[in-house]
Protein backbone atom coordinates (compact mmCIF):
# COMPACT_ATOMS: atom_id res chain seq x y z
CA UNK A 1 0.00 0.00 0.00
CA UNK A 2 1.48 3.25 -1.14
CA UNK A 3 2.07 5.91 1.77
CA UNK A 4 0.11 9.43 1.12
CA UNK A 5 2.32 12.92 0.64
CA UNK A 6 3.22 14.43 3.77
CA UNK A 7 2.43 17.51 4.67
CA UNK A 8 5.51 19.37 5.79
CA UNK A 9 7.89 22.23 5.99
CA UNK A 10 11.63 22.69 4.18
CA UNK A 11 13.92 24.47 5.67
CA UNK A 12 15.94 26.62 3.38
CA UNK A 13 19.07 28.76 3.64
CA UNK A 14 19.43 31.54 0.63
CA UNK A 15 22.21 33.39 -0.41
CA UNK A 16 22.75 35.92 -3.08
CA UNK A 17 25.50 37.73 -4.30
CA UNK A 18 25.23 40.04 -7.48
CA UNK A 19 26.35 43.61 -9.31
CA UNK A 20 25.00 46.95 -8.69
CA UNK A 21 23.61 46.99 -11.63
CA UNK A 22 21.93 43.73 -11.93
CA UNK A 23 18.10 44.00 -13.01
CA UNK A 24 16.10 41.11 -14.01
CA UNK A 25 15.32 42.10 -17.83
CA UNK A 26 16.54 41.48 -20.44
CA UNK A 27 16.69 38.12 -23.00
CA UNK A 28 17.73 35.11 -20.93
CA UNK A 29 18.34 31.29 -21.92
CA UNK A 30 18.93 28.72 -18.88
CA UNK A 31 21.86 26.44 -19.40
CA UNK A 32 22.91 23.29 -17.31
CA UNK A 33 26.45 24.37 -15.48
CA UNK A 34 27.29 21.30 -15.82
CA UNK A 35 27.61 19.74 -19.62
CA UNK A 36 27.08 16.13 -18.52
CA UNK A 37 23.84 17.47 -17.78
CA UNK A 38 22.59 19.25 -21.69
CA UNK A 39 20.97 15.61 -22.81
CA UNK A 40 18.96 15.39 -19.03
CA UNK A 41 15.50 14.98 -18.96
CA UNK A 42 15.40 15.92 -14.99
CA UNK A 43 17.43 18.90 -16.31
CA UNK A 44 14.84 19.69 -18.89
CA UNK A 45 12.11 19.38 -16.52
CA UNK A 46 14.09 22.16 -14.31
CA UNK A 47 14.68 24.02 -17.06
CA UNK A 48 11.13 24.93 -17.07
CA UNK A 49 10.25 25.77 -13.68
CA UNK A 50 13.21 27.83 -14.08
CA UNK A 51 12.66 29.81 -17.00
CA UNK A 52 8.83 30.65 -15.30
CA UNK A 53 10.14 32.14 -12.00
CA UNK A 54 12.60 34.25 -14.40
CA UNK A 55 9.61 35.23 -16.94
CA UNK A 56 7.73 36.27 -13.54
CA UNK A 57 10.57 38.57 -12.29
CA UNK A 58 10.47 40.84 -15.84
CA UNK A 59 13.12 38.65 -17.72
CA UNK A 60 12.51 37.68 -21.16
CA UNK A 61 13.14 33.74 -22.73
CA UNK A 62 15.09 33.06 -25.46
CA UNK A 63 15.85 30.02 -26.72
CA UNK A 64 19.42 29.86 -27.67
CA UNK A 65 22.82 31.94 -26.29
CA UNK A 66 23.04 33.69 -29.44
CA UNK A 67 19.67 35.54 -28.79
CA UNK A 68 19.75 36.02 -25.21
CA UNK A 69 21.44 39.17 -23.50
CA UNK A 70 22.15 36.61 -20.27
CA UNK A 71 22.23 32.98 -19.61
CA UNK A 72 21.36 31.26 -16.20
CA UNK A 73 23.69 28.52 -15.65
CA UNK A 74 21.50 26.33 -13.45
CA UNK A 75 23.34 23.43 -11.45
CA UNK A 76 21.55 21.10 -8.74
CA UNK A 77 22.64 18.71 -6.46
CA UNK A 78 22.27 16.64 -3.32
CA UNK A 79 25.11 14.42 -1.19
CA UNK A 80 25.72 11.20 0.56
CA UNK A 81 23.89 12.17 3.41
CA UNK A 82 25.24 12.15 6.88
CA UNK A 83 24.16 9.47 9.67
CA UNK A 84 23.34 11.03 13.42
CA UNK A 85 21.73 9.67 16.31
CA UNK A 86 18.60 11.06 17.73
CA UNK A 87 17.50 11.12 21.13
CA UNK A 88 13.37 11.34 22.38
CA UNK A 89 12.31 11.00 25.64
CA UNK A 90 9.76 8.43 26.43
CA UNK A 91 6.58 9.04 28.52
CA UNK A 92 5.21 7.28 31.23
CA UNK A 93 4.49 6.73 35.13
CA UNK A 94 7.23 7.39 36.72
CA UNK A 95 6.29 6.87 40.06
CA UNK A 96 3.52 6.79 42.84
CA UNK A 97 3.09 9.63 45.20
CA UNK A 98 1.54 9.22 48.83
CA UNK A 99 -1.38 12.50 49.39
CA UNK A 100 -3.15 12.62 52.54
CA UNK A 101 -5.95 14.94 53.59
CA UNK A 102 -7.86 15.48 56.85
CA UNK A 103 -11.61 14.24 56.74
CA UNK A 104 -14.44 14.44 59.51
CA UNK A 105 -15.34 10.99 61.27
CA UNK A 106 -17.82 10.70 64.57
CA UNK A 107 -16.31 8.18 67.45
CA UNK A 108 -19.09 5.89 69.15
CA UNK A 109 -20.03 8.74 71.33
CA UNK A 110 -21.29 10.84 68.35
CA UNK A 111 -18.10 12.87 69.04
CA UNK A 112 -16.57 14.09 65.60
CA UNK A 113 -12.55 13.35 65.31
CA UNK A 114 -10.44 14.49 62.45
CA UNK A 115 -9.31 11.73 61.01
CA UNK A 116 -6.13 11.82 58.35
CA UNK A 117 -6.89 9.74 55.28
CA UNK A 118 -3.71 8.48 52.55
CA UNK A 119 -4.18 7.45 49.09
CA UNK A 120 -1.88 6.93 46.14
CA UNK A 121 -1.65 8.99 42.98
CA UNK A 122 0.59 8.43 39.97
CA UNK A 123 3.12 10.68 38.72
CA UNK A 124 4.09 11.03 35.06
CA UNK A 125 7.06 12.12 33.50
CA UNK A 126 10.41 10.96 31.79
CA UNK A 127 10.86 7.51 32.34
CA UNK A 128 13.66 6.74 29.85
CA UNK A 129 15.50 7.97 26.06
CA UNK A 130 14.85 5.66 22.74
CA UNK A 131 17.53 6.01 19.78
CA UNK A 132 17.47 6.51 16.35
CA UNK A 133 19.77 6.54 13.56
CA UNK A 134 18.54 9.54 11.21
CA UNK A 135 21.18 10.29 7.89
CA UNK A 136 20.39 13.62 6.84
CA UNK A 137 21.12 14.62 3.00
CA UNK A 138 22.50 18.29 2.02
CA UNK A 139 20.39 19.32 -0.82
CA UNK A 140 21.78 22.36 -3.60
CA UNK A 141 20.41 24.66 -6.04
CA UNK A 142 22.59 27.00 -7.71
CA UNK A 143 22.04 29.23 -10.31
CA UNK A 144 24.83 32.24 -11.41
CA UNK A 145 23.51 34.75 -14.35
CA UNK A 146 26.18 35.32 -16.50
CA UNK A 147 26.33 37.64 -20.01
CA UNK A 148 25.58 35.78 -22.67
CA UNK A 149 28.67 37.18 -24.81
CA UNK A 150 30.49 36.29 -22.07
CA UNK A 151 30.30 32.49 -22.56
CA UNK A 152 31.45 32.85 -26.08
CA UNK A 153 34.85 34.25 -25.20
CA UNK A 154 34.96 31.74 -22.18
CA UNK A 155 34.99 34.45 -19.96
CA UNK A 156 31.86 34.29 -18.21
CA UNK A 157 30.90 37.79 -16.71
CA UNK A 158 28.95 37.27 -13.68
CA UNK A 159 26.33 39.43 -12.79
CA UNK A 160 24.05 37.21 -10.32
CA UNK A 161 25.11 33.92 -8.10
CA UNK A 162 22.22 32.63 -5.85
CA UNK A 163 22.73 29.71 -3.51
CA UNK A 164 19.57 27.72 -2.21
CA UNK A 165 20.56 24.51 0.27
CA UNK A 166 18.09 22.42 2.64
CA UNK A 167 19.33 19.39 4.95
CA UNK A 168 16.42 16.29 5.61
CA UNK A 169 15.97 12.76 4.91
CA UNK A 170 14.60 13.18 1.44
CA UNK A 171 17.54 11.47 -0.56
CA UNK A 172 16.68 12.80 -4.30
CA UNK A 173 16.25 16.30 -5.15
CA UNK A 174 13.69 15.67 -7.51
CA UNK A 175 11.19 15.66 -3.84
CA UNK A 176 12.59 19.03 -2.76
CA UNK A 177 13.52 21.11 -6.06
CA UNK A 178 10.72 23.10 -6.30
CA UNK A 179 10.74 24.11 -2.67
CA UNK A 180 14.84 25.35 -2.94
CA UNK A 181 13.70 26.83 -6.00
CA UNK A 182 10.79 28.73 -4.35
CA UNK A 183 12.89 29.72 -1.55
CA UNK A 184 15.63 31.11 -4.06
CA UNK A 185 13.48 33.57 -5.58
CA UNK A 186 11.71 35.24 -2.45
CA UNK A 187 11.82 38.56 -3.03
CA UNK A 188 14.43 38.25 -5.89
CA UNK A 189 17.24 39.02 -6.00
CA UNK A 190 17.04 39.35 -2.44
CA UNK A 191 19.28 41.36 0.20
CA UNK A 192 22.95 41.14 -1.63
CA UNK A 193 25.68 39.60 0.04
CA UNK A 194 23.14 38.35 2.99
CA UNK A 195 21.50 34.79 4.43
CA UNK A 196 18.20 34.57 4.37
CA UNK A 197 16.40 31.25 6.16
CA UNK A 198 12.89 30.48 4.78
CA UNK A 199 10.32 27.86 5.51
CA UNK A 200 8.84 26.59 2.56
CA UNK A 201 5.72 24.84 2.53
CA UNK A 202 6.17 21.02 1.33
CA UNK A 203 4.17 17.79 -0.27
CA UNK A 204 6.60 15.40 -0.18
CA UNK A 205 6.66 11.73 -0.81
CA UNK A 206 10.04 11.01 1.62
CA UNK A 207 9.56 8.75 4.68
Known sequence: MACSPLQTYVKTDTTAFYKDSFAAQGSIVVLPGDINLNNSLEFDLYRQKVEAKLLNEGFSIAHNLASADFAALLL??????????????????????????????????????????????????????????????????????????SLAQDKPAKVFEG?????????????????????????????????????????TNCP
Open 76 to 149: FAVDDGKQSVVYSPIYGQSNRLVNSYADIAYDADGKAVVVRRNYLSPSFGVVGTSAKTQTNFRHTVALDIVKAD
Open 163 to 203: RTISTGDCAVIVEVFDELLEAMFVEFPGENGRNRTDAIESV
